[in-house]
């Protein structure tokens, strides 16, 4: 599976940004997909998943702020991020494990076996 992350930007606190993360190399059609970011000298954190079904969880820092989507069509996942603040700055990273689906939600996401090469994101007060 090759994850392609993209949409990184600096921006004010307050700001928005959009990430993307296109998906290639496998024949499953639906899977779960995740969000997960590292900031330096923090572990990684989940930040959001979107199970087979279309559901969806969120870590509790990002929850009305953050919205986690799919476009089928294009094999594209996004990350719509609104209200960003400084604690928000990190490099942002897709990750996915065909077949597998996040019945445990945002918890498992860092374990998914694929990652993309990640895209920073860096809010300034």
């Known amino acids: 599976v090759e994850l392609n992350e993209s949409g990184g930007d600096s921006v004010q606190a307050g700001g928005s940004l959009t990430l993307a993360c296109t998906a290639s190399?496998?024949?499953?059609?639906?899977?779960?997909m995740a969000w997960i970011r590292q900031a330096p000298g923090k572990q990684r954190e989940g930040v959001a998943v979107?199970?087979?079904?279309?559901?969806?969880d969120y870590t509790d820092s990002v929850k009305g702020r953050f919205t986690i989507s799919l476009d089928n069509a294009k094999n594209t996942l996004y990350l719509q991020m609104n209200s960003l603040n400084p604690e928000d700055t990190a490099r942002y990273y897709c990750?996915?494990?065909?077949?597998?689906?996040?019945?445990?939600?945002?918890?498992?996401?860092?374990?998914?076996?694929?990652w993309g090469q990640g895209t920073q994101v860096t809010v300034s007060s």
């Open positions: 190399g496998t024949t499953y059609e639906s899977y779960c």
């Open positions: 990750a996915a494990e065909p077949p597998f689906d996040c019945a445990s939600g945002v918890s498992v996401a860092t374990r998914l076996a694929y």
């Open positions: 979107i199970r087979k079904d279309g559901s969806t």
